[in-house]
């Protein structure tokens, strides 16, 4: 079982930068891959980035591919995403989660990830 805490969304102009932050309890954080997905209102959840159990891999959305960059330190129990450039498309709800499938490298399905934070309100304004 892990819990997670998400922080840094916030309101930003078009063009700035947030640093969001999400913090695992546990001692087991270096085993879950992690992803961060957003939820627009009116719109499903959707992917946007994952980085697998050692960090040495990541992967993006084509919408956030070259803004956004996903981090995790596993000796903090900590996962980032650097949202640089932002866009008001890109305002949504942002959820870190955990998968704890070994057998799966990375997914970006989020019906695979086991846990999930309760999220943080993004908001671009133009």
């Known amino acids: 079982q892990v819990q997670l805490l998400e922080s840094g969304g916030g309101l930003v102009q078009a063009g700035g930068s947030l640093r969001l932050s999400c913090a695992a309890s546990?001692?087991?954080?270096?085993?879950?891959?992690m992803g961060w997905f957003r939820q627009a209102p009116g719109k499903e959840r959707e992917f946007v980035a994952g980085i697998i159990r050692g960090g040495g891999s990541a992967y993006y959305a084509d919408s956030v591919k070259g803004r956004f960059t996903i981090s995790r330190d596993n000796a903090k129990n900590t996962v980032y995403l650097q949202m640089n450039s932002l866009k008001p498309e890109d305002t949504a709800v942002y959820y870190c989660a955990a998968d704890r499938d070994r057998s799966v490298v990375f997914t970006a399905d989020p019906k695979k990830y086991d846990y999930w934070g309760q999220g943080t309100q993004v908001t671009v304004s133009s």
């Open positions: 546990g001692r087991t954080f270096s085993s879950y891959a």
